[in-house]
Nanobody, 127 residues
Framework: QVQLVESGGGLVQAGGSLRLSCAAS????????MAWFRQAVGKERDFVAT???????????SYADSVKGRFTISRDNAKNTVYLQMNSLKPEDTAVYYC?????????????????WGQGTQVTVSS
């Protein structure tokens, strides 16, 4: 069983930055696909970013178009932690942000295909 615990959310003004962290338990963290999703009030859970393991022990990252160039996903395997650096935040980025883990090294932006989820952390961007 893998447990994910997010932290780092909060209230920030438009144009500001936040860094979210997701600490994971589990021995095979380095091979998991790790992702961030977000869910605004009254909306579906949307893909934000993913970091997928490749067999040469490198990682490939991908982003939703809405955050490309502003958000960066990274991971520290020694700490079993994945990060989401969010810059140039906009009011439309306001949502609960969730960390997710997929045991298989596939590229997917579909929430249902992830095996484990954190509890979420609120990000609020004021205008």
């Amino acid at each position: 069983q893998v447990q994910l615990v997010e932290s780092g959310g909060g209230l920030v003004q438009a144009g500001g930055s936040l860094r979210l962290s997701c600490a994971a338990s589990g021995r095979a963290f380095n091979t998991y696909t790790m992702a961030w999703f977000r869910q605004a009030v009254g909306k579906e859970r949307d893909f934000v970013a993913t970091s997928r393991w490749l067999r040469d022990n490198s990682y490939v990252v991908s982003y939703a178009d809405s955050v490309k160039g502003r958000f960066t996903i990274s991971r520290d395997n020694a700490k079993n932690t994945v990060y989401l650096q969010m810059n140039s935040l906009k009011p439309e980025d306001t949502a609960v942000y969730y960390c997710a883990a997929d045991r298989s090294p596939r590229a997917t932006m579909t929430p249902d295909e992830y095996d484990y989820w954190g509890q979420g952390t609120q990000v609020t961007v004021s205008s």
